[in-house]
């Protein structure tokens, strides 16, 4: 009997070798063609803001280091939740990435039901930088300083407005604690964007903004608008005649916009490590980081673990805030 059970099994043997070693380029293919098509970048406000800004700024040189085109798709709606939540539903393969922000770890305190969780549904790649918000002002109007402002909200029978992007985004959030620290009477005029707001506030139709740097510097330049102060607690080194909001009576006012790379929760490691990867060495290159600059942004390249626990750590941070200010999605 074992004599014929013998080449029953070596035959076996052979046939399993052979399934093993087609397989194995299976395998190996598997694991190494990625990328085979174009890589999408959704970013959740409209064109020409700050996000949208800094997204298309680093797609260019990661698809130059992946050998693949990168696109960024423009998906505006509910301070970006609109866009973060079609990429946490997308297939985590690598192919579609978010542009996530500061709006996002603030969302999950301000919107009573998200159609998706900020920290549990995302696979952080890596942090693109972060820029002060800068409050401007529609230069018409007769403010040059912080206490101009404050009179000029005070002395106006209906107070004094404020655009954002949208209902808790950083930029709507540095106004509400300004409103709150200077007791004023401050309305808030949210938009689908900050490139709409900036539109409304050259035109005069609202006074005043809270902006991230990147959207406000080229209208602070050519004279459009007037800067008043920055939130962040420096200085900036593109703007060093403009206060600090601190330094203007309101200690400890400090706000920082900050911007970076998601994937869908469940995207291999080895995907996620490649695309850190390129989006360091983009930030890296000397024309990146000297075009950041020219934005007000400061470039934080960094591990994926490292902002996971920012993005934790800003989560706790802007719930206290929209507690204490009362701020609701409108």
């Given at each position: 009997?074992?004599?014929?059970?013998?080449?029953?099994?070596?035959?076996?043997?052979?046939?399993?070798?052979?399934?093993?070693?087609?397989?194995?380029?299976?395998?190996?293919?598997?694991?190494?063609?990625?990328?085979?098509?174009?890589?999408?970048?959704?970013?959740?406000?409209?064109?020409?803001?700050?996000?949208?800004?800094?997204?298309?700024?680093?797609?260019?040189?990661?698809?130059?280091?992946?050998?693949?085109?990168?696109?960024?798709?423009?998906?505006?709606?509910?301070?970006?939740?609109?866009?973060?939540?079609?990429?946490?539903?997308?297939?985590?393969?690598?192919?579609?990435?978010y542009?996530?922000?500061?709006?996002?770890?603030?969302?999950?305190?301000?919107?009573?039901?998200?159609?998706?969780?900020?920290?549990?549904d995302?696979?952080?790649?890596?942090?693109?930088?972060?820029?002060?918000?800068?409050?401007?002002?529609?230069?018409?109007l007769?403010?040059?300083?912080?206490?101009?402002?404050v009179?000029?909200?005070?002395?106006?029978?209906?107070?004094?407005?404020?655009?954002?992007?949208?209902?808790?985004?950083?930029?709507?959030?540095?106004?509400?604690?300004?409103?709150?620290?200077?007791?004023?009477?401050?309305?808030?005029v949210?938009?689908?964007?900050?490139?709409?707001?900036?539109?409304?506030?050259?035109?005069?139709?609202?006074?005043?903004?809270?902006?991230?740097?990147?959207?406000?510097?080229?209208?602070?330049?050519?004279?459009?608008?007037?800067?008043?102060?920055?939130?962040?607690?420096?200085?900036?080194?593109?703007?060093?005649?403009?206060?600090t909001?601190?330094?203007?009576?309101?200690?400890?006012?400090?706000?920082?916009?900050?911007?970076?790379?998601?994937?869908?929760?469940?995207?291999?490691?080895?995907?996620?490590?490649?695309?850190?990867?390129?989006?360091?060495?983009?930030?890296?290159?000397?024309?990146?980081?000297?075009?950041?600059?020219?934005?007000?942004?400061?470039?934080?390249?960094?591990?994926?673990?490292?902002?996971?626990?920012?993005?934790?750590?800003?989560?706790?941070?802007?719930?206290?805030?929209?507690?204490?200010?009362?701020?609701?999605?409108?």
């Amino acid at each position: 009997m074992s004599l014929h059970a013998t080449p029953k099994r070596g035959l076996f043997t052979i046939f399993a070798s052979l399934l093993c070693s087609m397989a194995m380029p299976l395998m190996a293919q598997s694991n190494t063609a990625w990328p085979t098509k174009p890589i999408k970048i959704v970013v959740g406000y409209s064109a020409g803001g700050a996000t949208d800004i800094l997204a298309r700024l680093v797609a260019v040189k990661m698809g130059n280091q992946l050998g693949q085109t990168f696109i960024v798709e423009n998906r505006p709606g509910a301070n970006s939740n609109v866009g973060a939540e079609l990429v946490s539903h997308a297939p985590p393969d690598g192919y579609t990435l978010y542009a996530f922000s500061i709006a996002n770890t603030i969302n999950t305190s301000l919107y009573p039901k998200l159609g998706y969780d900020p920290i549990k549904d995302f696979e952080p790649i890596g942090m693109i930088a972060k820029i002060p918000n800068i409050l401007v002002v529609y230069p018409n109007l007769p403010i040059k300083t912080v206490a101009d402002y404050v009179r000029y909200a005070k002395e106006s029978k209906n107070g004094i407005t404020f655009a954002s992007s949208g209902s808790g985004s950083s930029i709507h959030l540095s106004g509400e604690m300004f409103k709150m620290q200077s007791k004023i009477q401050m309305l808030h005029v949210p938009y689908r964007g900050s490139a709409p707001a900036v539109t409304d506030l050259l035109g005069g139709q609202v006074d005043s903004m809270f902006d991230n740097a990147p959207s406000a510097l080229p209208h602070i330049q050519s004279g459009k608008l007037r800067a008043i102060a920055v939130t962040s607690a420096q200085r900036s080194p593109f703007l060093p005649e403009v206060p600090t909001l601190a330094e203007s009576g309101y200690p400890n006012f400090d706000v920082q916009s900050w911007f970076a790379l998601v994937a869908p929760a469940g995207t291999p490691r080895t995907i996620i490590e490649q695309l850190n990867a390129a989006l360091n060495k983009a930030l890296n290159t000397p024309d990146v980081r000297v075009r950041l600059q020219e934005l007000g942004a400061n470039p934080d390249p960094g591990s994926p673990e490292k902002m996971r626990d920012f993005a934790i750590a800003e989560v706790k941070r802007w719930r206290e805030v929209v507690k204490a200010s009362g701020a609701k999605a409108e």
